[in-house]
């Protein structure tokens, strides 16, 4: 396992944190509570966990359009991941976070990885986002 | 890389005023995140950021009022927080109703139509086959996109307002013909004329379409029947909602789907997926999470009931009456609700002891009384994310259904046509 991946930066930013990794897509409308960081869709497989903080690893967004406000809601309420990690160029979530930029001077990395290594993340690593894109595992 | 035209510039440079150059670096660097070279116009959009959550969208909508921003093209609105006139019978507190009323006024002051709904398509606001537009509400993307042939990508809340102010949008995606063509094969195996004709099935394939598509767009081929407005709509709304389906495609059905070789625009299905009677079946109990037949409520609406469906539901109630120990509430629009008045078909279904709120919906609105536990529905949509938003438990069935439990007071399904192999 790789110490370093190169990822794309679609939104750069720093972040540092514990990996939350799902290969299920979320919509954070009816997915997410953003008063709590806590994942809400109960059709999920991360329901009732907290990501808040972390740093989420979510192929892609799916669901609603107003996904994108409810993460604008939690980076207001400092209940928003630390950084989302995808394996395309999800404009839900790097929306949420220019909006976040614009609205309130704070956002959060997006970072997009090739699919071999999205595969090769696990929940509990720690992980460090530098600016350039590249995820570094410790 | 990206270029701008001149009046693109001017509008980044803030020629045309602070709210223009605001929606325009928005852009500017959502184009760079699709990677775009180009803006493109557009002529209609669809706002969905009319859903009032919280300090934070009421914000952004009053930033951009405050900064006078106006919409540069016809644009509808999507269901905002509240039912601005009725919310006062439910459970909605005060100070959301107030912040809620405030963002749709926001919307407004832009120069929007306060159409107030999530199916847009079903109002004078219906876009055209080619139309480039920009809408939000994922509904209503995919019924543009599929059912009447116009072209939108898949707009995220607060990216649809920054269009529709501008006029521009990446020029990315599904605006343009060769990303429009089927990726996915899903292909109904022996999938019997008669559940086809079900007034659930379209609801249900949707829920699984959306689940096997992932992020590819779907064809859908072996549809025997002809399907009703609604029942494509049910099929968007489902498809958008266990999934991220944002155009499909229904061989013989939509239109950019004649044939399988058109809906893949003569290429070859990277992937084919066989559905079956039995796949069917499984993606139906899903729907449901309630597990008894106690029943509080039967809500339908989602996405917002429209005439042909106050008509289909009319005869059914005529004459009956909703059990005391069940409420029964439409979700829909002010124009819906207008002409089911007008038409005579509105009268038998209030007697029946329906309610009818508008502008809203129960998962964009906290409205519902906490002693409701229990729903059952005939919307995908509404029995996906029920049991998330709500904490309530959800039986799915027909509109007949529907109306036959709210008169026993429990749930009553008639699954005949759903066991048979």
Redesign the interface.
């Known amino acids: 396992m790789r110490a370093a991946i190169a990822g794309r930066a679609?939104?750069a930013g720093e972040a540092e944190g514990d990996a939350l990794v799902t290969h299920d897509?979320l919509?954070f409308w009816?997915?997410y509570d953003?008063h709590t960081g806590e994942i809400?869709?109960?059709?999920h497989p991360l329901?009732g966990v907290r990501a808040a903080g972390r740093i989420l690893a979510v192929?892609?967004?799916?669901?609603?359009?107003?996904?994108?406000?409810?993460l604008?809601?939690a980076?207001?309420?400092g209940t928003a991941p630390a950084a989302i990690v995808t394996t395309?160029?999800d404009?839900?979530f790097?929306?949420?976070s220019?909006?976040a930029d614009?609205?309130y001077g704070k956002s959060f990395p997006v970072i997009a990885l090739d699919a071999a290594d999205f595969a090769s993340l696990t929940t509990g690593e720690h992980l460090t986002i530098e600016l350039s894109g590249v995820v570094r595992r410790r | 890389m990206l270029k701008l035209t001149d009046g693109d510039q001017a509008m980044l440079n803030g020629d045309r005023g602070p709210a223009p150059q605001l929606a325009m670096s928005i852009l500017v660097r959502m184009a760079g995140v699709y990677g775009a070279d180009a803006l493109m116009d557009i002529s209609q959009a669809h706002i969905d950021s009319t859903i009032y959550l919280g300090d934070a969208t009421l914000e952004f909508a009053e930033r951009l009022a405050s900064l006078g921003a106006k919409v540069a093209v016809p644009t509808s609105l999507n269901v905002s927080g509240v039912d601005e006139c009725g919310w006062k019978d439910w459970a909605v507190a005060p100070e959301w109703a107030a912040k809620a009323a405030r963002q749709m006024l926001a919307y407004e002051r832009m120069g929007a139509v306060p159409t107030w709904t999530c199916a847009p398509y079903q109002t004078h606001m219906r876009p055209v086959f080619g139309q480039q537009i920009a809408w939000g509400e994922s509904n209503a993307i995919a019924f543009a996109n599929s059912v009447i042939g116009a072209r939108t990508e898949r707009y995220p809340d607060l990216l649809d307002i920054c269009c529709a102010i501008t006029g521009r949008v990446p020029a990315v995606g599904l605006h343009l013909t060769e990303h429009r063509g089927g990726q996915v094969l899903l292909r109904l195996a022996a999938v019997r004329p008669a559940l086809q004709q079900d007034d659930q099935f379209f609801a249900v394939l949707g829920h699984l379409v959306g689940k096997l598509a992932g992020d590819l767009i779907p064809v859908i081929d072996g549809i025997l029947v002809q399907p009703k407005e609604d029942h494509l709509k049910a099929f968007s709304a489902a498809a958008a909602s266990s999934g991220r389906v944002a155009l499909f495609h229904m061989v013989g059905v939509t239109p950019e789907a004649p044939t399988l070789d058109a809906a893949f625009q003569g290429r070859q299905p990277a992937q084919t997926i066989e559905i079956t009677t039995t796949d069917l079946r499984a993606a139906r109990a899903e729907l449901t999470t309630a597990d008894g037949r106690e029943l509080d409520m039967v809500i339908l609406g989602s996405p917002h009931f429209s005439l042909a469906e106050f008509s289909q539901l009319a005869p059914l109630v005529a004459g009956a009456r909703a059990h005391p120990r069940v409420r029964f509430l439409i979700t829909s629009s002010r124009l819906m609700k207008e002409h089911a008045n007008e038409t005579g078909v509105l009268a038998p279904i209030v007697a029946f002891g329906a309610e009818i709120t508008l502008d809203t919906c129960i998962l964009a609105s906290p409205m519902l009384p906490p002693e409701i536990k229990t729903l059952m529905t005939n919307s995908a949509k509404y029995a996906y994310y029920a049991p998330s938003l709500l904490n309530t438990r959800v039986t799915f069935g027909s509109l007949a259904d529907c109306v036959r439990s709210a008169i026993e007071g429990r749930v009553v399904r008639d699954e005949s046509v759903w066991l048979i192999a």
Not at chain 1, 40 to 43: C, E, G, K
Not at chain 1, 59 to 69: D, R, V
């Open positions: 679609i939104v897509a919509s009816g997915g953003f809400i869709d109960r059709h329901a192929p892609f967004s799916k669901g609603s359009s107003t996904t994108t406000a409810v604008l809601e980076v207001r309420a395309g160029v404009a839900f790097a929306l949420a220019i909006v614009v609205m």
